[in-house]
């Protein structure tokens, strides 16, 4: 929560920049030495419930922001990924702790890359929006200058959205290969419908949408996501399968 905080106001002043990569470094610390202990008590990753799902997906959504850091210094993207990411983790206090029917750890793990993918997608999009907004109305603020231009931020996201697709392809593939009761079929159904906005997402493209319209559309498409995860999430207490 500090972090996101930080990271927000270093889009106005640089010099919380500091503050930011460091208190991220120490929350993502404290997360992985949660796993970790989780992982020895129970002998097993810790991915069998939505409660450690939602851990999970803010683990690996700092180490996706970290690694592209390193691959192309984007660091606004802070302030707007890391308050979306402690939403989630919020959320997720609130999820059930039981273990679902049965997991499977492929297609859990899959699943949550695909949703890391998904979400730096609909952040790029917030990006672009917002940089789209003010070039329009013609009032810049400080940040403007530090975001991406709208091509960059227009292909990434598509880049984005074609590895997360892949991804959850992976982990129906995965999912399917094992028995389903009534709860994992809804699990399953509404995986398969978040499947289909995204390969939608990707035929509009070859059809010429692209920028605004597409910006919008994962926006949109994210929040179907938020509703899978937290509302289906709570009615299966299954992770994917």
Do not use: C, N
Not at 82 to 91: A, E
Request: cysteine-free; proline content about 3%; aromatic content about 16%.
């Amino acid at each position: 929560m500090i972090a996101a905080a930080a990271f927000v106001a270093a889009l106005y002043d640089a010099q919380w920049k500091r503050w930011a990569f460091s208190s991220l470094a120490v929350g993502w610390g404290a997360q992985t030495a949660w796993l970790v202990r989780e992982g020895f008590q129970r002998g097993l990753w810790p991915i069998t419930t939505m409660y450690d799902w939602t851990a999970g997906f803010v683990w690996l959504s700092i180490v996706a922001f970290v690694f592209y850091q390193r691959l192309r210094p984007t660091w606004p993207l802070g302030g707007f990924l890391m308050p979306v990411v402690v939403v989630v983790w919020l959320g997720g206090q609130v999820l059930p702790r039981t273990p679902g029917t049965s997991t499977v750890l492929v297609s859990s793990i899959a699943s949550m890359a695909a949703y890391v993918a998904f979400l730096i997608a609909a952040v790029f999009s917030v990006m672009y929006f917002e940089k789209e907004r003010e070039l329009k109305w013609k009032k810049v603020r400080v940040f403007y200058y530090q975001l991406p231009s709208l091509d960059v931020m227009d292909m990434v996201s598509a880049r984005l959205v074609w590895l997360g697709l892949a991804l959850l392809t992976m982990a129906l593939g995965a999912g399917f290969l094992v028995p389903t009761g009534s709860r994992m079929g809804l699990r399953a159904v509404s995986t398969v419908i978040v499947w289909v906005i995204y390969a939608l997402y990707v035929a509009l493209r070859q059809w010429g949408w692209q920028g605004h319209r597409a910006a919008v559309y994962l926006m949109l498409a994210f929040v179907l996501i938020l509703v899978d995860v937290f509302l289906v999430g709570s009615l299966t207490h299954g992770a994917f399968y």
